[in-house]
């Protein structure tokens, strides 16, 4: 019976622990430095949002890779 | 009828707003919020105003139109970094951000903006990353574009003490974080467990609950705890036994004790009271962290630039050079409204300067050739051209920066009361333990009952309210403080302001205004003449025109804008004009110097129509705050580097008694010194770069927000609003919340002699424990919320 309990307990804990990594990782990246944006982040949800969201780091990575192409050249 | 403007929701008249014909339900308060609107809609991006919803924005801001010296070279290396990528990275401050809208607004035109790759502005300081591709695009076409939607932005330095300010609160946050997590579940398994304790829990089940807190606890104790142990540390390096040491060994010991209980030895254990201990008290320093980091944000806002390039001229041609590239001998130019950045002597040109920071003197000084030009002091008029007699290094200005830092190092830190309580708690609570665990050995024999009871004093001591006590308190008291224009910058200052003895005043900027007004005058203008006055005055912004401009404008209604010719500003004398043949003058002329004030003489075709002169007002309601002031016990002392005569009247006009003039920065700064060794806490308010010296000597110092860079950064209390009203409520509030703290730490030593002979008798179970543990802390907070009153 109590084997049941314990086995209840350790697997809610460690659950627990792995949400708790899981939002220590996010933290240590900085997504909760930003109290107000996270709050307010509602309003950057729309569809255009999201789409601006993804061409935005699709253009990052255009960049980077023209710019790596350019300093091989060079 | 009011309505609303169509970009800024603003409300104004109708009659004054611009309407557009093609589409009438627009209404524009202003060509800038119309050029904004239109701009946005172009480029699509109107669903701002969706998000916008029914809050306003400010009216776009007037444009600094000299941009180029973004992309100078001493500026990219100053301020422009590059990425791993080879991209160029910026840290900019914008300018006019109301809300969440706006950061939507300024990253998307941003992204939008071929070359620019990312965007990151943080809805809280107002400060934005920006990464951009240089061959693409120039910083200062970046700058233009936000400037172009009605936004400002400046680049800042992140300091290092920055990087470390927003990395602690990052560190603290997450620590804080796991506390609390570990607390709420360690509380779940707490009920369990005392539920257990009065209807009956078996030894194995009992078990497995002590082992899940033990899995809680142990992370909390070590991680979230460590850094209660390297404060505790660093006390004990000092020989002081502070807070942290007091938590950290209850604490501590608690765990411990609760190990033995977990490998099998008879009692209770304690790993919720462990944690709890913990995580309350880090709360309270959490949000003294945030505090403190949102102080600094506020002011890096508020920071004007300090010069940091010069214009010099090498055989006739112009060059902009950084300040550590000045050298002795090199010709600079400053044009008006600019500061001078080292000291020297003019060789061309004739001007007026405001030295009012320097020297305290608010009149305005004329510089001509032979003149000597300070450090730090501003060019009013036109164009000067001054030879370096010191370079950047061994300027007045740098001078100052040094003797504020030598000054800063050695200030002393007034130790606040439960620093103070704690030295003799923590060993009262151990001796009581100790006592009491001798007290029951020899009287029942039992080792492992005295060791419970021993535990049981040392936790319901519960130094969480005590720890509490302080900062809960000093929170309120600095947010109420907020909300009246004060910027604490660290909540510790409350306590130091409740127990100051004296108030040391600067003059001018501080009691008085600053700014040049035109004494009240009996003559009176033909509405003619006032007109031709009015219109000359309109076209130069001297301060002294623009003071004689205001005067007018209030005393004669229906002034009229006359069309004059050869309107001529005469450097440090005045302005001329012809209206309708007549020779039109405003100005300064040789029989003025027998004034002590400021003169403006109005002469049409040489003769005298009116004599002005103009004064530096005394701020609001001086006279009464300095009455509140004695009225407290607070000695108030006006030291100004002004002249005798000046000096006295102002004193006499606010009902202060003691003063001194004629006082040079390392004088004042001297003179707090005198005071601090009689024993007095002094605080000083002031707010030019004169002051700066004095500022970081004084016990707490406090500056006026549009005083000089130099004292607002050297200050540990900023005046937002300028007014010394602000000045009487820092008083009242901080020796206020000083109350609520005395209460509190009163509270919380009440609760311990209730419960400490409880546990004495052996009455203290778990249970007891945690609930008191909790109860002090609600009653700690609850009776902080009382500070603030509307």
Known sequence: MSSIYTFMLMGGLTLGFAILGMFIW????????????????????????????????????????????????? | MEVKCTHCHLEFDEKVMIKEESDPSLNFCCNGCQGVYHLLKDDGLDSFYDKLGNNTIAPPLKQDTDLHKFDLETFEKRYVKITDDGFKKIDLIIEGIHCAACVWLNEKILYQTDGILEVNINFTNYKAKVVWDGDKIPLSKIISKIQSIGYNAYPYDQTVSEKKATKEKQDYFIKMMVAVFASINIMMLAVAKYTGLFTGMSADILD????????????????????????????????????????IS??????????FILFGANGHSYFDSATMIITFVLVGKYLEVIGKKSAVDTLDKIKSQLPTEATIVIDGIKKVISLEEINIDDIIEIKNGEKASVDGIVISGTSSFDESSISGEAHLVTKTNGDKIISGTINLDAVIRYKVTQDYEHSTLNNIVTIIEDSLSSKSDIENQANEMSK?????????????????????????????????????????????????ASLIGVSWLAKKGLLFKEAK???????????????????????????????????????????????????????????????YKELVHLELDDVNQIPAIGMSATYKG???????????????????NFTINDKTIVTFELVDEIKENAKDIITYLHNENIKVIMCTGDNEKVAEKVAASVGITEFKANMNPIDKSNFIAKLQQNDEIVIMAG????????????????????????????????????????????????????????????????YNLITIPLAIMGYVIPLIAALSMSLSSLLVVGNSFRIKKD
């Open chain 2, 582 to 600: 007549m020779i039109v003058f405003g100005g300064k002329n040789k029989e003025n110097n027998n004034y002590e004030n400021t003169v403006y």
């Open chain 2, 208 to 247: 497995t609950v002590h082992m899940g807190e033990f899995i809680l606890a142990t992370p909390v104790l070590f991680y979230s705890g460590s850094i209660f142990f390297k404060g505790a540390y660093y006390g004990l390096k000092n020989k002081i036994i502070n807070m942290d040491f007091l938590v």
């Open chain 2, 687 to 750: 707010d030019g770069v004169n002051d700066a010296p004095a500022l970081a000597k004084a016990d707490i110092a406090m500056a006026m927000g549009n005083g000089a860079d130099i004292s607002i950064a050297v200050s540990d209390v900023v005046v937002l609003n300028n007014s010394l009203e602000a000045v009487k409520n820092s008083f009242y509030i901080s020796k206020r919340t000083y109350r609520f703290i005395r209460q509190n730490l009163g509270i919380s030593l009440v």
């Open chain 2, 250 to 259: 209850g604490a501590s010991l608690i765990y411990i004790y609760s190990l």
């Open chain 2, 424 to 472: 003799y708690f923590s060993i009262s609570i151990l001796s009581i333990a100790i006592i009491s665990f001798f007290g029951w050995y020899i009287y029942d024999g039992c080792f492992e009952n005295a060791l419970v009871i021993a535990i049981s004093v040392i936790i319901i001591a519960c130094p969480c309210a005590l720890a509490l006590a302080t900062p809960i």
């Open chain 1, 26 to 74: 996010g933290a240590k990246q900085g997504q909760f430095d930003d109290g107000d944006k996270m709050m307010g982040g509602l309003l950057f949800d729309s569809q255009d949002d999201l789409n601006d969201a993804i061409n935005r780091e699709n253009k990052r990575e255009e960049a980077i890779k023209k710019s790596k192409e350019k300093s091989n050249e060079s």
């Open chain 2, 493 to 555: 200052y409350i306590e130091t302001f409740a127990k100051a003895t004296t108030l040391v005043l600067d003059k001018t900027g501080t009691i008085t205004k600053g700014k040049l007004k035109v004494k009240e005058n009996c003559t009176k203008l033909e509405q003619n003449d006032a007109n031709i006055l009015y219109s000359l005055v309109d076209s130069s912004t001297h301060p002294v025109s623009v003071s004689v401009k205001h005067y007018l404008e209030n005393k």
